[in-house]
């Protein structure tokens, strides 16, 4: 049994017009599933700034995001 990855785009640096889908699937999974706020932008601003978007690594399937890893350099 192998593994079929067809149908999957990346993992990539996500794009600042993507944020709002972004921000919807960590949502989704941290918060709504836990009957919380979706407040991942508010708790997270610098790792979910247009800035940083290259750096929120997505996994699409079927056209929407469906993983997501996000990454915040600082000193």
């Not at 709504?32 to 940083?52: G, H, I, K, V, W």
């Not at 690594?57 to 056209?63: A, F, N, P």
Request: proline share 7%; glycine share 10%; charged share 25%.
């Amino acid at each position: 049994m192998g593994l079929n990855l067809s149908g999957y785009e990346g993992p990539r640096g996500s794009a600042p017009n993507e944020l709002p889908e972004v921000l919807e699937c960590v949502n989704r999974v941290f918060r709504l599933s836990r009957d919380m706020e979706p407040t991942m932008a508010q708790e997270f601003p610098l790792l979910f700034a247009e800035s940083n978007a290259e750096n929120l690594r997505v996994i699409r399937k079927g056209g929407r995001v469906v993983s997501h890893v996000g990454i915040f350099e600082t000193d």
